[in-house]
């Protein structure tokens, strides 16, 4: 072995300073304050007595350095960050970190938009003063990054913006309101980015801009506080659980990633997709002492670059790592949430090339300090948490922001040392999203331009507009290649099968179509909402966290085409930033006909054009060549500009006939609504005012306990809504509601203590009473007199139990197992008015649903299966022979009537004998709709024993009295993503006074 040159030793040189400690390799910043920094010794001291044990904080928060000119949190609280008895209001976190923004050129304080109510949210950015200096250069040359075809994919010159950018970390609190401790901890980290000169802090502040935004969910916040502060002054009490959080979810606001139906999401996603921020880092309460569910479990989201998945590992690992080294316990990263839905709101990052992360912290619910203690597998020592939480340990809010606050810190540290290689990563990601169509495909989506379903797509478009994807409309026809079909091999014994005609090669599409282009930086996203889903039930995760399904075209109801030809790429299209007007008037008459496709926006049309005359046609029909489906509008008494005008608005097609069409018609008439929620819970029924609200259709909203006490529900209302409650509620929890034989009154209403509970939302003075047997009472006389009752899941399970609902029972299966799935159901009675619009195949969303059952009596035992009574008895003769008596002539055997599963069965002569139990005809359960036969249930997701729900009706439209009470075996309105399922309730509200509609009776 020769010496090295001296040449090859200065390059050796050039090799070692490039890679040393200052470009690539950790700092040797230690965690630890700066000694010639002083300390503020009363909030320190502040600190240490609010800490419960040493082991809960750390050496990057035991102490807090003083500053001169910069305002500690005490100026705003009153006390220090986590101080027991303080949670401040947004407004108070907001006057701190724009006294920040004053005091230190290291602050600035961005406005984000506003909640539902008209709350302020904030993005607030620390970092160096030259940082913030240069945030317009800094932005420019991450744009390029998060965009490479501004640079042609050119990764030296990726290199260079690299080298020279300040990467942005992204951290969100308190989506989740009655988790409660995130603003204090992020209100303190602000300071401590903004003062502290120890150098483990001063690497984060020059190397990474730190934007936070320290409480998500404004107008939950507010409450939580209220309901806090109520607590204070009645501490011996119980105090009322945050039933409203934001104006119209609860939890599940951390669920809306995929509509984007929220504001708090469309802000977040602004501002995370407008800074080009690297990683969205969501802060939660609910997991003793803090799980880092980064890593989280499997299955994995299939959509997200495996470079991500690295990222992931990564840092959840050293952030395990860092922690544990502080000797602070119950720090893990994996656990039991999967990471599949992209629903979460940190998933913003994970589908916009970024990092996702999620800290589970300890809360209290409030800043109480309280002993508590923990399930066995709460402190379960396990591979993964080796150094596992205390059985019993006495917590204070003050615990809970060290740990969010060091969790925080380590990784932002950890950020900064690597920031090149996240970076990197960050470009890299993009890259690969652009290069999505050759590399591993689809090359697009296209939704063709002759949808029958134009206002649907419009919608699922302006989803994909406000998820930041590029769309482009194509300026011709044109014509792709589909992938080739294999064949399936036949079987042995399935040789007599007929010959399939060959599968298509090719499909065209008209011009105008909307092409979702591949190659451009937010693929992933747009690939994972329109994409299919199968979990399998072989999977190890037995648990899904949340739904196993939401492909989009399926939910929504639209054409969507997945075309792997590239080819698709070339054709001549044009990049829109807005969709193009469609609707209106056309043609010559003075009878407008709308046909039905089960548009939401016909509802919205019908209340808009209050004085307008409109009827169902009954059945089809055709006009010149336009074919119109049953339940196609017919609008008359209205002038043609105002017509034109709401259908321009809406989106709507309407022709005008110059004659009646030849065709059985009823009217459809604006009902006047009552919605009714629960004090239970108003998670599910959010979503279902959200979906009112946006199609403005106005109803009364009123609880369970207020039933009782309107003199005349039938008087005042044609229609009463009562969406799902869940928390698995009983018919007799929604009945008798909390006792109020112990305890205290748990009031919801706006007093000079709780300013903010209200809204404008419901107001009780004790939240415990249900509706009560006099309610119950209330709705069967509204249902008797002529009322129509709406109900879905769990509370058609309540309209069976109080004896509506003749003839239709309903089960829950143990063995079924279908998880948030998009499962297929089948049109039975297309003449019923709640089917106007719709397919014989109608997608659905499907979560472990009630199987309903129907039958012609009441009070009947299961039926027999048909097997049984049909097969021959061991005789003479063949299998198909008929039974054979020996020494009489063989007799024929009278035929039973067969039916299908969600076939009501009619009776038998046997039956029908001196039976009162047996339902009069006209008054049997309708099935509009029934769950698919079991091949055919799965669509999307997750579907195991789907056959205990095959074929069993799912909406059901039962007469009772004079009136009707149609069930919903399925959730029809859900998280602003089944549009597809919107008409089956609106069709039920425009269509009230006219269900019966096309309905033929039995003879028996
Ligand atoms: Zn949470």
């Not at 002539?889 to 009162?916: A, G, K, M, R, S």
């Amino acid at each position: 072995m020769s010496r090295p040159s001296r040449l090859s030793f200065a390059l050796f040189l050039c090799v070692a300073l490039l890679t040393g400690p200052a470009a690539f390799a950790d700092s040797d910043a230690q965690p630890a304050r700066d000694s010639k920094q002083p300390i503020d010794e009363a909030y320190t001291a502040k600190i240490q007595k609010y800490t419960t044990a040493p082991y809960f904080s750390s050496p990057l928060v035991d102490y807090l350095p003083a500053s001169k000119n910069v305002p500690t949190p005490d100026v705003v609280l009153g006390d220090i960050a986590g101080a027991p008895g303080i949670l401040p209001y947004a407004e108070d976190v907001y006057k701190y970190m724009r006294l920040l923004e004053k005091a230190t050129a290291r602050v600035k304080v961005f406005s984000i938009g506003t909640t539902e109510e008209g709350r302020e949210m904030i993005a607030v950015a620390v970092s160096s003063e030259s940082n913030l200096k240069n945030l317009e250069q800094n932005h420019q040359r991450l744009a390029k990054l998060a965009d490479p075809r501004t640079i042609q994919l050119n990764d030296a010159e990726a290199d260079k913006l690299v080298a020279e950018s300040v990467p942005v970390y992204y951290i969100t609190g308190t989506i989740h309101s009655t988790e409660t401790g995130a603003p204090t901890a992020l209100m303190e980290l602000a300071y401590r980015l903004a003062v502290d000169d120890s150098p483990y802090i001063r690497d984060i502040r020059d190397n990474v801009i730190t934007l936070i935004t320290p409480v998500v969910e404004v107008d939950g916040r507010d409450r939580e506080v209220d309901i806090y502060k109520w607590h204070l002054a009645h501490p011996k009490e119980f105090y009322p659980p945050l039933i409203y959080w934001g104006k119209y979810v609860v939890h599940d606001n951390n669920r809306d990633a995929m509509a984007v139906t929220l504001k708090l999401t469309e802000n977040v996603l602004n501002t995370y997709v407008g800074w080009d921020a690297q990683v969205l880092h969501d802060l939660h309460e609910s997991v003793p002492y803090l799980y880092d569910n980064t890593v989280g479990d499997g299955p994995y989201n299939a959509w997200v670059d495996p470079i991500l998945v690295d990222e992931w590992q990564m840092i959840g690992a050293r952030n395990v790592a860092d922690m544990t080294k502080f000797g602070m316990p119950g720090v893990f990263t994996h656990g039991d949430f999967d990471t599949w839905s992209p629903g979460y709101l940190m998933f913003i990052a994970a589908m916009h090339n970024g990092i996702s992360r999620l800290y589970e912290t300890f809360g209290n619910d409030g800043a109480d300090t309280r002993e508590r203690t923990l399930e066995p597998d709460e402190y379960a020592r396990t591979w993964y948490r080796a150094n596992p939480p205390l059985p019993k340990a006495l917590w204070s809010q003050r615990n809970n922001n060290n740990y969010e606050e060091t969790g925080l810190l380590t990784s932002l540290h950890y950020f900064s040392d690597n920031r090149r290689m996240f970076l990197k990563n960050f470009y890299l990601k993009s890259k690969r999203s652009i290069e999505k169509p050759s590399t591993e495909g689809p090359a697009a989506y296209v939704l063709p331009s002759d949808d029958p379903r134009p206002t649907v797509q419009a919608d699922l478009l302006r989803i994909m507009l406000k998820q930041h994807v590029e769309i482009s409309r194509a300026t011709s026809a044109f014509l792709v290649a589909l992938p080739a079909k294999k064949e399936k091999k036949p079987k042995p014994g399935d040789a007599e099968e007929k010959p399939k005609p060959p599968a298509p090669t090719s499909r065209s599409f008209p011009a105008g179509s909307y092409v979702i282009r591949m190659d451009q930086p937010y693929s992933r996203v747009a690939d994972a909402l329109l994409d299919y889903q199968y979990w399998s039930p072989d999977d190890p995760q037995k648990t899904p966290y949340d739904d196993t399904a939401w492909t989009f075209g399926e939910l929504f109801g639209v054409q969507i085409t997945r075309v792997t030809d590239t080819k698709v790429l070339n054709i001549p299209m044009e990049r829109i930033t807005e969709l193009p007007a469609i609707g209106g008037v056309q043609g010559e008459g003075a009878l407008f006909a709308i046909d039905n496709h089960a548009e939401p926006a016909l509802a919205t049309l019908r209340y808009r054009l209050k004085s307008a005359s409109i009827d169902a046609a009954e059945e089809p029909f055709q006009v010149a060549d336009h074919k119109f489906n049953r339940g196609t509008f017919l609008i008359r008494s209205v002038n043609r500009s105002d017509l034109d005008a709401a259908a321009k608005s809406l989106g709507l097609r309407v022709v005008a006939l110059s004659a009646a069409p030849n065709v059985k018609t009823h009217p459809v008439r604006a009902p006047r609504i009552l919605y009714v929620h629960t004090w239970i819970s108003t998670q599910s029924e959010g979503w279902w005012r959200l979906a009112l609200d946006n199609l403005q259709i106005p109803y009364d909203y009123t609880s369970t306990q207020a039933i009782a006490k309107i003199p005349d529900l039938h008087a005042k209302y044609d229609v009463i809504l009562f969406p799902p409650v869940g928390w698995n509620s009983s018919p007799t929890t929604i009945i008798d509601g909390l006792s109020t034989s112990w305890g205290n009154p748990l009031p919801w209403l706006n007093t000079p203590e709780t300013p903010n509970l209200v809204g404008k939302n419901d107001s009780t003075p004790d939240m415990r009473p249900g509706l009560g047997w006099e309610g119950v009472a209330k709705l069967q006389e509204f249902v008797a007199k002529g009322g129509v009752l709406l109900t879905s899941t769990d509370t058609s399970q309540f309209a069976l139990a109080i004896g509506l609902g003749n003839g239709v029972t309903a089960t829950h299966s143990d063995k079924m197992k279908i998880v948030g799935a998009i499962v297929g159901t089948r049109l039975v009675d297309p003449a019923s008015p709640i089917a106007y619009g719709y397919d014989e195949k109608v997608s659905a969303y499907c979560d472990n649903d009630p199987i309903f059952s129907v039958n012609s009596m009441l009070w009947s035992r299961r039926r027999h299966l048909a097997g049984d009574s049909t097969t021959r008895p061991t005789g003479r003769g063949t299998k198909d022979d008929p039974d054979y008596v020996v020494g009489r002539t063989t007799p024929e055997i009278p035929e039973q009537p067969e039916h299908e599963q969600w076939e009501v069965p009619i009776p038998t002569d046997e039956q029908l004998d001196n039976n009162p139990r047996v339902i009069p005809p006209a008054d049997r359960a309708r099935i509009v709709l029934r769950y698919a036969d079991s091949k055919d249930l799965l669509i999307s997701g997750l579907v195991e024993n789907g056959g205990e729900i095959a074929q069993h009706p799912a909406v059901v439209d039962v007469p009772s009295g004079n009136g009707h009470v149609v069930l919903f075996s399925l959730n029809p309105i859900y998280r602003g993503e089944t549009e597809n399922t919107y008409s089956l309730v609106l069709n039920t509200l425009l269509n009230f006074d006219s269900l019966n509609a096309g309905r033929k009776n039995e003879d028996k």
